[in-house]
């Protein structure tokens, strides 16, 4: 029996942890420009974990696709969810560098 494959579902799940990792790493971004660094690390670390969940939903999803010859079925909304998972995978890591500037600065400026 082939294994039912829903592209709805697997793109939201995309969508909901790409969401959950973009809102994370601003937070992180506003906690390290105010110079608040142990709170910065750890929205940062949830934004990078969320990520991740992100990218094995999709990776997961495309994989059953292909197993199952079905890759014609990719549609809007998994494109979309693609258009965030990518857009979200930058920020996360901009902000992340920008955090280590900032806790740099901050260091400096304590020396």
Do not use: C, P
Not at 91 to 107: D, F, R, S
Request: net charge negative; no cysteine.
């Amino acid at each position: 029996m082939e294994k039912e494959i829903n592209t709805d579902e697997g793109s939201m799940q995309i969508i909901l942890h790409a969401g959950n990792a973009k809102s994370s790493a601003f937070e992180a971004l506003k906690e390290v420009k105010l110079g608040h660094i142990d709170s910065y690390r750890k929205y940062y670390q949830t934004a990078k974990s969320e990520l991740v969940l992100a990218e094995k939903a999709h990776a997961v999803l495309l994989r059953d696709l292909a197993n199952a010859d079905r890759m014609k079925d990719v549609d809007l909304l998994l494109v979309h969810a693609e258009g965030h998972l990518s857009s979200t995978d930058i920020a996360v890591q901009l902000i992340g560098e920008i955090g280590e500037i900032l806790e740099w600065k901050g260091a400096l400026e304590n020396a």
